[in-house]
């Protein structure tokens, strides 16, 4: 609960005028039943995502790819990845000690509101 109302808290500074461009909040349910709940919040400079999963949050800032859209902890730190290419995502754990990338969820859907 407390990080949902810290995700909600985020969200809620970035969507203050001016701050922000678009605020965007989607569930989506992955294999296994997982639900994912990604907020997304666009400026006029960069994009982030703050997710809530199994009762974690992580705010994660864009990355450049090459298509889609691709969300991460900041280059060269271990983190989440999360990847998002039309209403389909996946979620990953990003070690930078070996460097290797695990995916924990896959095959994430958007669930229609």
């Known amino acids: ?48 995502a703050v997710l809530f999963a199994e009762g974690r949050q992580a705010a994660l800032t864009v990355q450049p790819t090459a298509s889609g859209a691709r969300y991460a902890a900041p280059q060269g730190t271990s983190g989440h990845g999360w990847w998002t290419k039309g209403p389909q995502a996946s979620l990953a754990w ?13 095959d994430c859907a958007e669930v229609e509101p």
Not at 94 to 106: I, N
């Open 1 to 48: 609960m407390r990080a949902l109302c810290l995700a909600a808290g985020v969200a809620g500074i970035f969507a203050a005028p001016g701050l922000a461009d678009d605020v965007q909040t989607i569930l989506y349910r992955c294999e296994r039943g997982v639900g994912i709940r990604a907020t997304y919040i666009n400026t006029a400079g960069t994009s982030h």
């Open 94 to 106: 990003f070690d930078a000690e070996k460097p290797e990338e695990v995916v924990l969820h896959m």
